[in-house]
């Protein structure tokens, strides 16, 4: 199967501050939430997006800049070609009755699921107010800050338990930081309630061949990149190590 | 007609459950996707090239699969023998015999990696001398001719008495395949990998005008390999009297009997990971099976080497 990067346009760049874009791609594309590109800027490197939604012109990916090369996309302008594979990895399954809950750019991977499901609450936490993306996207959501230079000081778990028992929720969806991820799905497993968390590992194929995203005995980029909570509860290295480039185990 | 051949091998002191055998770089990364592999039905398993040192390897895109096949150049990124030899311990959790893979640029090297692998679980050694797109090693660090290849299989074997497994290149790309093989032999091998995959390769992506692999050049393994890695399993069969892993493109029971047919002991799977999933080697086997059956064999070596008579 022919699988190599396809060149497209960024159409429109959507700045959110100074650190996270949303780049809008010339790409349609049939993904289902949850689901990730390859993205490859030639000659630099390539590293794995959420699909972050979509609309009449194609999908798009949110971009925060961490290293050196999401430092590049975030700075690209408009017409600027980029390279995508994709869609890869298992994606959500969809339950209506659910509550999303978000911590830092994992809410982008979240987008497409609370853009489907209009009446879930949405718990986001950001480490400071001036990282927040979405904000006209999703209004009504939650905002928590750990610094608490808006919204709630704290963490949006501290109110996910509450939330559940108010709203009688069915699912919830999850993807941030590890340490989160963790305390979700221990609280969701403790109500009894099901859960979703889309992980993130190092990758290099994105195809299942590669074995550098391993966790436990699964593959993050083909098993993966969303888990059920009883899975990951069952996952030797959920929430607790990480392959590096070189395959050598790093904390979470 | 025999209702349920034998698909089992006797290589490097072990008895295989059938002939199928991750192939080194593929998934090979941790003790617990061995696990996950050998739970589909590998025969044995390989691990991910392992050098003294950890390596990054080269930058992605590194693994594409580009149609006929995978374009690869990984660049041997690995975390280094001794993370390593914590990793993989206590290897009799995977289910399958495992093959440790070695990797170095000299000799002190080779003896340092290998002298640590003796001590760990391996069933057997494999020490790939053919890669086309890692400077220092194989092709780039002219490790593939027979001086070479005689220095290197002596360190080795003069660190571990393990079974050690030579990773030569398509006879394609090298004239002097057979001359390798018997270096290997002489100094010590007790079988060859055949083949590794073929390079360089390139292909560009007519937009940037840029190569799509990191590193530019890179291996090409799965269907387009096939051919020329059953070529050289078969020179290599008439030439060397050696176990061979006959590896490149074996994605099918199909391919896998025309690699023994060729005269390959038992087959090495990679690629085949990407277009059939995980089971492909439950599947492999199954079909090597159901072929054996149809052809009344009752065992593998009814046909290894069939090709040739």
Same mark, same amino acid.
């Given at each position: 199967m022919k699988d190599l990067p396809r060149t497209v346009k960024i159409i429109k760049r959507t700045v959110h501050n100074n650190d996270n874009v949303t780049l809008h791609l010339d790409a349609h594309i049939s993904y289902s939430p949850g689901q990730f590109l390859m993205i490859w800027l030639p000659g630099l490197n390539e590293k794995p997006f959420s699909i972050a939604g979509h609309d009449s012109d194609g999908v798009m990916v949110t971009v925060r800049r961490r290293g050196a090369f999401s430092g590049r996309l975030v700075e690209l302008k408009e017409g600027s070609l980029i390279g995508i594979r994709g869609p890869y990895g298992r994606p959500f399954k969809l339950v209506g009755n659910c509550c999303i809950i978000a911590g830092g750019i994992g809410l982008a991977c979240l987008a497409p699921v609370a853009d489907l499901y209009k009446d879930a609450p949405i718990l986001y936490g950001e480490?400071? *107010? /001036? /990282?927040?993306?979405y904000q006209e996207r999703f209004p009504s959501a939650s905002f928590y800050t750990t610094d608490g /230079? *808006?919204?709630?000081?704290?963490?949006?778990?501290?109110?996910l338990e509450s939330v559940i028992r108010e709203r009688g929720c069915d699912m919830v969806y999850c993807c941030g930081p590890e340490p989160m991820l963790v305390k979700t799905v221990r609280i969701c497993n403790a109500l009894g309630v099901g859960c979703q968390a889309s992980m993130e590992r190092y990758m290099k194929c994105g195809t299942g061949v590669c074995g550098q995203c391993a966790c436990g005995q699964v593959r993050v980029c083909v098993e993966g990149t969303v888990f059920q909570g009883n899975e990951l509860l069952q996952n030797p290295d959920f929430g607790r190590r990480r392959l590096d480039a070189s395959g050598t185990w790093r904390p979470v | 007609m025999p209702v349920n051949p034998d698909l089992s091998v006797d290589l490097f002191n072990c008895k295989l459950k059938n002939p199928t055998i991750l192939a080194s #770089?593929?998934? #090979?990364?941790t003790r617990d996707l061995l696990k996950t592999v050998s739970l589909n039905g590998a025969g044995a398993v390989t691990i991910k090239s392992i050098s003294k040192e950890p390596r990054y390897g080269h930058p992605n895109p590194t693994v594409l699969s580009f149609g006929p096949g995978l374009i690869n150049a990984v660049g041997y990124s690995n975390p280094g023998i001794e993370k390593a030899s914590e990793e993989f311990c206590e290897l009799d959790q995977v289910g399958c015999p495992v093959i440790g893979s070695l990797i170095g640029t000299t000799a002190e090297e080779f003896i340092y990696v290998a002298s640590i692998m003796d001590k760990m679980g391996f069933a057997a050694l494999e020490v790939p001398l053919s890669c086309p797109h890692t400077p220092g090693y194989g092709k780039m660090g002219n490790q593939d001719n027979p001086e070479e290849v005689s220095r290197i299989v002596t360190a080795i074997c003069s660190a571990s008495t393990k079974p050690l497994f030579v990773k030569l290149p398509p006879l394609a790309s090298a004239g002097n395949l057979i001359e390798m093989a018997l270096a290997a032999k002489e100094s010590g091998a007790y079988g060859i990998t055949a083949s590794n995959t073929i390079g360089p390769g390139m292909l560009i992506d007519i937009d940037s005008a840029k190569p799509y692999l990191g590193f530019g050049i890179g291996g090409i393994s799965g269907p387009a390999l096939k051919p020329l890695a059953i070529a050289t399993v078969f020179e290599l069969y008439k030439a060397v009297d050696m176990p061979i892993i006959g590896t490149g493109g074996v994605s099918t029971g199909r391919d896998a009997v025309e690699m023994i047919m060729a005269g390959a002991t038992a087959v090495g799977v990679g690629t085949a990971v990407l277009s059939r999933g995980m089971s492909a080697f439950r599947d492999i086997a199954d079909e090597i099976k159901e072929i054996l059956s149809l052809r009344g064999a009752n065992n593998l070596s009814e046909v290894r080497g069939l090709a040739h008579r």
């Open positions: 480490d400071r *107010a /001036s /990282s927040r993306i /230079s *808006a919204g709630k000081k704290g963490f949006p778990t501290d109110d | #770089g593929i998934l #090979g990364t």
